[in-house]
């Protein structure tokens, strides 16, 4: 049996590996950057948001959501909305273009997941999905930002 330390190290680098194989298995085809398509994501779930909300479920400043918006909102990818509780904050929202376009590249990244796992049996790919969400959820905790799922 391998120590927790070996066990750790072992775990970090293949984390990094993920990280860097995740990219490659997409087909090129995207149209939204990483950022945007995170941003969006986040946004479909929830209720309009203000920056310091984004902000703070992102762990970001201010100024880079900001701009991040800003760049959505240039593209027609969101939209201000009001407050509705009557406040002077800026919310913001998905337009249906951005959710357009959100759907789109979240279905040409299932597809090159696909083709890493798709002979895999369900019970391997349900022990995988389930080991993924427990370590983000690990992860959620212990910043004490949970996503909403």
């Known amino acids: 049996m391998r120590a927790k330390r070996e066990m ?10 993920l990280s860097r194989h995740y990219l490659h298995v997409q087909s090129g085809d995207q149209t939204l950057e990483r950022s945007a398509y995170v941003l969006l994501g986040r946004l479909e779930i929830s209720d309009p948001m203000t920056l310091k ?3 703070g479920a992102f762990a970001l400043d ?8 800003a ?8 939209e201000r ?13 998905p337009t249906p273009a951005g ?8 279905e040409l990244n299932a597809d090159g997941v696909k083709r890493v796992v798709g002979g895999w049996s369900v019970e391997d790919m349900g022990r ?3 080991l993924l969400t427990r370590f983000n959820r690990e992860i ?6 949970p996503w909403p799922r």
């Open 8 to 17: 750790f190290e072992i775990m970090e680098r293949e984390l990094t590996l």
């Open 53 to 55: 909300e984004l902000a």
């Open 62 to 69: 201010v100024s880079t959501i900001n701009r991040q918006i």
């Open 71 to 78: 760049s959505l909102q240039r593209h027609g990818l969101v």
């Open 81 to 93: 909305t009001s407050d509705p509780d009557g406040g002077m904050a800026r919310r913001f929202r």
């Open 99 to 106: 959710l357009e376009k959100l759907a789109r590249d979240r």
């Open 128 to 130: 995988l999905t389930e």
């Open 140 to 145: 959620e905790a212990l910043e004490g930002r």
